[in-house]
């Protein structure tokens, strides 16, 4: 059974069994406490939590997964062991409140025995029992179940069934959020298999964990209890790669001769035949006997798997929208690239080669995920483009490496590897190797030491979210939004609720409001609150966690007397327009982005102001001028339409393919679609014009890079651009009657101009040439010797510093053996140099230190080489007579 039977087997399975199949969710998630999707789950989230309404009861399906990076991190030990990966595929099946433990364990174990036919005496069970402090109580459900289906096969429960407490055998979400007790099913793969279950949960890699059946039955509460959910799940994860590795290599059960290795299956072993191709090299299966002593068949076999491991999680993270950089996830995936790039240099792969494996990577996956074909091209050029810019780091790393050793230092300290691995991206591993190579050693304690530092540096910065479930009939109170509608945003009438204060402002809170709280890029609005007989200034407005919104005023103490009262809202409705014009436009900006430079564009951020728009998106290079010209294009085209602006509200499940929303971004069980003449559609809460042809005209100011694989366009719409074009049309106008031209000729008129400047330069240039030619004819002739040297000592007026070195540089060469010092006064800087023949050295004259001499008596500074040297001074007053001191 090929991989791909394997993962379309299991689909088929439980797709009998009543489950909706569903695509994978993509890797970018939408939990802000996570760099990667790391697990089958994380798209049901708000499922389990009762945040949306799961549209079916059972669901199976293969989610893409990455682990590097953050809490799960397996990148330092890919290619070292036969079971790691950096990304993965994770297979699962899923009840939404519908069926429980009972069919759960029973349809995995017909999977399993009767459908693959694993064989059932090498099966091995865990239920939870809890050791002192763990929640819960012992899984008696799970135990009977279990105990039903394998004395049915004729296996001794006592023998099959083993127990583990909390570590094991307690799944939780995090630290807070839904969780229950597991039950995992293992194979014994040693020769004879008769382990009877010694070695499950013992890290043995002869003992594999396939399966894990989670039973959701509690939520962890921040408070560190353990509260009954309404509704029970079931969550199963069985990893992909795992199982395709038993089948192949135990040849799908006919041979325990070989040890395990998920690298045996066909989703590597194509990609090493590749890797085969380009090195020259073969891949053995072998395993390291010790990680700090490789032979040389262990390192090419690591080097073989790391590479095959690599591409695939580079190249399924482009194709979702992720693209190497120097930041958060973005910087985890440069690093993964930098050490495979790292490894393969060590088996003398060609420069580029990395990027070629995206072709065969593509053939092998795509038919499964089309997302890989539609995005190749893509990917082949961001990895390929980082890989030329890795080759450039990597010199000043090696670099960096012999300075810190070629000293004499007996190794490499815990600072330095860390340096060498964070900055340059040498992994620990490959410092160690070049380190035992010249026979110095690398201070691992020290390393981790400072890796720990980092990792709390991240911790700090991490956003955590807590989870909680939402049972049926909470809610939490907001204030209403009212102001969608511009024609509707002033005279609003509702009643002061709440105040807040801070050190500087105080905050108002209304039963409704047509103000727009700051959110998704677009700026809070500002306006009036008519309360009684006070008109009070709004200067802003945001929204806190609690769905309150919060009107920013002056800091004034009376505000609380008013609560009660009934309130006349008004936003400053032409601020708004200019806003909601911007915000349209970044809709309409990121629509012609995509169509022009591919799918991979994904938002990365945006302010949308009055005055202007800025709009941050994931790209690997900069836009050419065309590109900026067609996007602009395309989207005043579309203005010149005035196509409708409309938005609804759907269950988020009922959200089709073509409706983008922003990664990162938190959405509820119903969400709100702009939709932009059926082209552009988004999910947006913030305020948009009724046609475009509102906005008038939309101009880009600048593109430019904000960090590596992100750009920022800023542009402006509406009132803005207008002023924009006013002010550079009257530049022209301006411009051309200094010119004495059409406006239309100002262009040819400076063109000309210039050529005319570049012709005088050159004239300029050929006049000074003769004159410093001149220059040096009559200081030839006063030359002076001594101490059988020729010299040359005087102050000469050329047109920059850089003219009297090529002046000296020439005199020297027809002076023959001797000295040459000259200075000159350049606006008010004085400059010395002096250069020395081979001959003049030799008799101890140093231009470095006749230099430091002279311009010391000038007031400042120089120095350099024996042969060429050049510094400056301050009193130019006194540079003839100091130069002429040297021929006394």
Same mark, same amino acid.
């Given at each position: 059974m090929t991989s791909a039977e394997l993962r379309q087997s299991f689909l088929d399975f439980f797709a009998s069994k009543g489950h909706t199949v569903v695509p994978s969710a993509p890797l970018l998630p939408s939990s802000p406490n996570l760099l990667f999707t790391n697990a089958g789950m994380n798209q049901f989230v708000p499922y389990f939590l009762g945040e949306q309404a799961a549209p079916y009861k059972r669901a199976a399906?293969?989610?893409?997964?990455?682990?590097?990076?953050?809490?799960?991190?397996?990148?330092?030990? &890919?290619?070292? @062991?036969?079971y790691h990966h950096t990304f993965f595929e994770m297979l699962g099946n899923w009840s939404f409140g519908d069926y429980f433990k009972q069919e759960a364990i029973e349809w995995a174990w017909e999977l399993l025995t009767q459908v693959w036919k694993f064989p059932k005496e090498r099966l091995y069970v865990t239920v939870y029992r809890p050791d002192d402090g763990d929640p819960a109580e012992f899984d008696q459900q799970a135990y009977d179940i279990w105990k039903v289906l394998l004395e049915k096969d004729g296996l001794d429960p006592s023998l099959h069934i083993r127990t583990g407490g909390k570590a094991d055998n307690f799944w939780m979400m995090g630290e807070t959020g839904p969780c229950g007790p597991c039950s995992e099913i293992h194979i014994d793969l040693t020769p004879k298999g008769d382990t009877e279950g010694k070695l499950v949960n013992a890290d043995s890699p002869y003992c594999i964990e396939i399966w894990n059946l989670v039973f959701m039955q509690f939520n962890a509460e921040p408070?560190?209890?353990?509260?009954?959910?309404?509704?029970?799940?079931? @969550?199963?994860?069985?990893?992909? +790669?795992? &199982?395709?590795?038993?089948?192949a290599t135990t040849k799908h059960f006919t041979d325990y001769t070989q040890a395990p290795s998920n690298y045996n299956s066909d989703l590597f072993t194509d990609l090493f035949r590749h890797i085969s191709n380009m090195s020259g090299q073969s891949?053995?299966?072998?395993?390291?006997?010790?990680? @700090?002593?490789?032979t040389g068949q262990e390192m090419t076999d690591v080097i073989f798997r790391v590479l095959a491991d690599h591409i695939r999680t580079l190249s399924f993270s482009i194709a979702d929208g992720i693209l190497p950089g120097n930041e958060g996830r973005h910087y985890v995936l440069r690093r993964i690239l930098r050490r495979a790039v790292m490894f393969g240099k060590?088996?003398?792969?060609?420069?580029?080669?990395?990027?070629?494996?995206?072709?065969p990577l593509v053939e092998k996956m795509s038919p499964f995920f089309p997302e890989l074909k539609a995005q190749q091209e893509i990917v082949h050029k961001v990895i390929q483009q980082e890989e030329q810019a890795f080759e450039r780091t990597l010199d000043r790393g090696l670099q960096l490496f012999d300075k810190f050793t070629l000293d004499g230092s007996p190794?490499? @300290?815990?600072?330095?590897?860390?340096?060498?691995?964070d900055t340059y991206g040498f992994p620990i591993d490959l410092t160690q190797l070049i380190a035992r190579e010249r026979n110095i050693t690398v201070d691992t304690a020290g390393f981790e030491a400072e890796m720990e530092k980092q990792r709390a540096r991240a911790r700090a910065a991490q956003k955590k979210d807590i989870i909680s479930v939402f049972e049926e009939g909470e809610k939490i109170h907001s204030t209403q939004f009212v102001g969608y509608d511009c024609r509707e945003i002033t005279g609003v009438e509702t009643e002061l609720i709440g105040t807040f204060e801070s050190e500087e402002e105080s905050y108002l809170v209304f039963d409704q409001t047509p103000f727009y709280a700051e959110m998704g890029g677009q700026l809070g609005d500002s306006g009036v609150a008519e309360i009684g007989d006070e008109r009070i200034e709004i200067i802003d407005t945001l929204k806190d966690a609690a769905g309150h919104i919060l009107h920013k005023t002056k800091k004034a103490s009376h505000y609380e007397s008013l609560i009660g009262q009934r309130a006349l809202l008004s936003v400053d409705c032409d601020r708004r327009r200019q806003i909601q014009r911007h915000h349209s436009a970044t809709h309409l900006l990121n629509w012609a982005l995509r169509e022009t430079l591919g799918d991979h564009v994904r938002q990365a951020g945006s302010l949308n102001a009055a005055g202007h728009l800025r709009f941050d998106f994931n790209h690997f290079e900069?836009?050419?001028?065309?590109?900026?010209?067609?996007? +602009?294009?395309?989207?005043?085209?579309?203005?010149? *339409?005035?196509?409708?602006v409309k938005w609804y509200e759907i269950p988020i499940e009922e959200k089709p393919a073509d409706i983008i929303a922003t990664f990162g971004e938190k959405y509820g069980a119903v969400v709100r679609v702009v939709d932009i003449g059926g082209y552009s559609k988004e999910l947006c809460g913030g305020t948009h014009v009724h046609a475009t042809?509102?906005?008038?005209?939309?101009?880009i100011l600048s593109e430019s890079a904000i960090s590596s694989g992100t750009r920022r366009i800023e542009a402006v719409t509406g009132q803005s651009a207008y002023t924009l074009s006013e002010s550079m049309f009257s530049q022209l106008h301006s411009l051309s009657r200094k010119l004495s031209c059409k406006p239309e000729d100002v262009e040819s008129r400076?063109?000309?101009?210039?050529?005319?400047?570049? *012709?005088? *330069?050159?004239?300029?240039?050929?006049?000074?040439?003769?004159?410093a030619a001149a220059q040096g004819g009559s200081l030839l002739d006063n030359a002076v010797e001594k101490d059988g040297l020729k010299w040359i000592a005087a102050s000469v007026k050329v047109a920059n510093p850089n003219d009297m070195r090529g002046l000296a540089k020439d005199l020297l060469g027809k002076l023959g053996e001797g000295v040459v010092a000259l200075g000159g006064d350049f606006d008010g800087k004085v400059t010395v140099l002096a250069m020395c023949s081979k001959g003049a050295i030799s008799k101890g004259h140093k231009a470095g230190d006749i230099v430091r001499e002279l311009t010391a008596q000038l007031g400042g500074k120089g120095g350099g080489k024996p042969d060429f040297a050049m510094g400056g001074g301050k009193d130019a007053a006194k540079l003839d007579e100091v130069l002429k001191s040297l021929l006394g």
């Open positions: 399906d293969t989610q893409k997964c990455i682990r590097a990076g953050g809490k799960h991190n397996d990148l330092d030990d &890919v290619g070292f @062991d036969t408070d560190g209890s353990f509260k009954p959910l309404a509704a029970q799940h079931v @969550d199963t994860g069985m990893g992909f +790669e795992r &199982v395709a590795g038993i089948l891949y053995t299966a072998t395993m390291p006997a010790n990680r @700090d002593d490789l060590r088996i003398h792969l060609p420069k580029g080669f990395f990027a070629n494996l995206v072709a190794g490499i @300290d815990g600072e330095q590897a860390f340096i060498l691995y900069a836009l050419s001028t065309e590109q900026i010209t067609k996007i +602009e294009s395309m989207v005043n085209a579309r203005i010149i *339409e005035n196509a409708t042809g509102e906005l008038g005209a939309f101009k400076l063109d000309a101009l210039l050529d005319q400047r570049s *012709e005088l *330069e050159k004239k300029l240039r050929n006049i000074e040439q003769q004159q």
